[in-house]
């Protein structure tokens, strides 16, 4: 009897419901792609660009080599909120703004040294974004970013979102979503970081080109500073998110000559100690790489000479390591990577004390870098056994 009654009622549900009760048309909608935050120069307001995709222009090709027809066109408000300010957008368009398809938040250089976090809430709280945003800081206007233009893509914020995963084929850049973000800033021991993007090139700003160049670095909330791309690669190394990339070394034999050695596979381990009252944190690099090309005509396939390679690889490491650990202590009393959260796993009721002072505490912690570089195959033309 009680599944005649549920068979029933689902035979009356399927009938009576009649597709979608929340579908839209999409000549009812504006599609966004794109989404950059500024403060507005005018007024106390927020100035918000965003990327709207054309149905039309994306009907004639899958890009825009040309350069004549764009895939999407900018529109830019302003309002008390970033709710206010999408809602004030539909005095210039025909149609709803439609957050879904959104790929992409730029977040302006002022407005991030302001704190970002009251300009996400939008993005977090109302049901058509989506977390899996990606998340970058621009350095300067993001409304630059947004209106920017890519000569392989006819979306732009689908050209920002491979620049991103193409990174990781140096480990120079994060790759950091809203939701990574939001996690981050709702943990004790862990400060957030985001993608750093901007203009670069000479001439007009319509001549420029958008490039990731690093990463923003927060404390808590608000942007303190920058990491270029090796101290974002030095980041990346302690985190164990380094998967591919290139070290440039000297060569042993010729010191005015530059060797490549690729990086195949990496891993980290954070090991927190607490001895007496003093803490002390080692990261431990494990790195296998390949000799991947040289500029030099010696041969550098010997035992001793992949040792010395060796040896050299891993200082690089150590120096980006470093150089990052320098600027997130001395500089900025930043811990964005994570030791306060490994020292919570490992030592729970010694943090239950340090987690309220943990900023204090953290520039004081004692860090040792161990790096373990190896290489284990070289190309057979890398290295030529004469000249002729």
């Not at 010997?302 to 490491?317: D, G, P, S, Y």
Request: net charge positive; proline share 4%.
């Amino acid at each position: 009897m009680k599944k005649c009654f549920i068979v029933c009622l689902a035979v009356i549900l399927l009938v009576t419901l009649n597709g979608c009760w929340n579908r839209r048309e999409l000549d009812a909608i504006s599609i966004v792609t794109a989404v950059g935050i500024d403060k507005s120069k005018t007024e106390e307001k927020i100035q918000t660009t965003f990327q709207i995709m054309k149905p039309s222009a994306l009907k004639t090709s899958g890009s825009s080599s040309s350069g004549e027809q764009k895939g999407v066109w900018t529109l830019s408000s302003t309002g008390y909120t970033i709710f206010d300010a999408a809602r004030n957008a539909t005095m210039q368009t025909d149609r709803k703004l439609f957050f879904p398809e959104n790929k992409v938040i730029v977040i302006g250089e002022e407005v991030a040294k302001s704190g970002i976090a009251p300009f996400l809430d939008f993005f977090l709280k109302d049901p058509e974004p989506r977390r899996l945003s990606c998340l970058l800081i621009a350095k300067g206007e993001a409304s630059d970013i947004i209106k920017a233009k890519h000569e392989q893509e006819n979306i732009p914020a689908k050209a920002i979102r491979g620049m991103i995963k193409a990174s990781s084929a140096t480990s120079t850049a994060v790759q950091v979503n809203l939701n990574d973000f939001a996690k981050c800033l709702s943990t004790p021991g862990v400060d957030p970081v985001a993608c750093r993007i901007e203009l670069i090139g000479d001439g007009k700003q319509s001549d420029k080109k958008m490039c990731v160049t690093g990463a923003a670095v927060f404390k808590k909330d608000k942007l303190v500073g920058w990491l270029d791309r090796p101290e974002t690669r030095g980041l990346n190394w302690v985190l164990g998110k380094v998967g591919s990339g290139i070290i440039v070394v000297k060569s042993p034999k010729e010191e005015n000559k530059d060797v490549a050695l690729e990086i195949i596979r990496a891993g980290s381990k954070i090991t927190p100690e607490i001895r007496d009252g003093k803490i002390t944190i080692t990261v431990e690099i494990h790195e296998e790489g390949n000799l991947a090309e040289q500029m030099s005509n010696v041969q550098l396939t010997n035992v001793e000479t992949f040792k010395e390679l060796e040896k050299r690889k891993a200082q690089v490491i150590k120096n980006e390591i470093n150089a990052v650990l320098d600027k997130a202590q001395k500089e900025w009393g930043t811990d964005i990577f994570g030791f306060g959260e490994a020292i919570h796993r490992k030592y729970p009721k010694e943090w239950k004390e340090l987690k309220g002072k943990w900023r204090e505490e953290f520039p004081k912690v004692d860090i040792q870098v161990k790096v373990d570089a190896k290489l284990r195959t070289a190309g057979v033309s890398t290295a030529p056994s004469k000249v002729r």
